[in-house]
């Protein structure tokens, strides 16, 4: 069992930076990559980001391409995602999103179903 829990969402007027942390804890040497999703009011949740556990890659959401970084943490079980140059439209409940190593090596990064364990979500408002 893996327990994720988000922090450092909250308000920012267009154009400036957040940074959101997701902590890992429990049986945490089986996740093999970690991702952020959002969902903004009304809409369906959406992938924005990806990363995978001891190898550099990362992958983001086109809208986000050049704007968010997402990155490990030294100690393996911290993920962040900094946020900058935010947009009213980035306005979401992002959640961390963990998903454990697989026998055949496909992961699909953007999907929801690669990701079998989930944080509560930090919300983050952009005012224009």
């Known amino acids: 069992q893996v327990d994720l829990l988000e922090s450092g969402g909250g308000s920012a007027q267009a154009g400036a930076s957040l940074r959101l942390v997701c902590v890992a804890s429990g049986i945490t040497n089986n996740i093999a990559l970690t991702a952020w999703f959002r969902q903004a009011p009304g809409k369906e949740r959406e992938w924005v980001a990806s990363v995978f556990n001891g190898i550099p890659n990362t992958y983001y959401e086109e809208s986000v391409q050049g704007r968010f970084i997402i990155s490990r943490g030294t100690d393996k079980n911290t993920v962040y995602l900094q946020m900058n140059s935010l947009e009213p439209e980035d306005t979401a409940m992002y959640y961390c999103?963990?998903?454990?190593?697989?026998?055949?090596?496909?992961?699909?990064?953007?999907?929801?179903?690669?990701?079998?364990?989930w944080g509560q979500g930090a919300q983050v408002t952009v005012s224009s």
């Open positions: 999103a963990a998903g454990p190593f697989r026998e055949d090596g496909d992961y699909t990064t953007a999907a929801i179903e690669t990701y079998t364990y």
